[in-house]
C-alpha cells in the first residue's frame, strides 16, 4: 500500500533505539516498529508500539533505516507523528509527538484529535 513518506517519522533516538530492541529480538520477522491507536483511557484513544510485522492491509513506510508499519484504522489519528524515545528522570520510553492531538489527559497516556484529522483509506 502505498504511503506518504512523511506519515511517520522517527527521532534519531527511537530510530537507534529501535534497531538496538529489532537486532536483540532474535526473531527476524518482527523487524518494523507498529504503530497503532486503540480506543480507551481517560481522553479517548492510547496509543499502542510494538516490534511486528507487516501485514497485507498495513501501511508500510522507512524512517533513518527502520520499517514503520501503521493499519489503516490507526493511521487516521496518527498521520505526521514523530514517535521519539527519552530517557529522562521519569523514566525511558517512546513518545508520540502527534499534530492532531486536541486534548490528552494528566498523565499522558491518552489523547483526543481534531475532528478534521485526515482520513485514509
Known sequence: METPKAAITLSDAAAEKIRELTSASGNPDEQALR????GGGCSGFQYALALDKPRDDDH?????????????VSM???????????????????TVNNPNVVAACGCGSSFQVREDAPAFA
Open 35 to 38: 504503530v497503532s491507536v486503540k
Open 60 to 72: 508500510v513506510f522507512e524512517d533513518k533505516g527502520v520499517a514503520v508499519v501503521v493499519d489503516k
Open 76 to 94: 487516521q489519528f496518527v498521520f505526521g507523528s514523530e514517535v521519539d524515545y527519552v530517557d529522562g528522570l521519569q523514566g525511558a520510553g517512546f
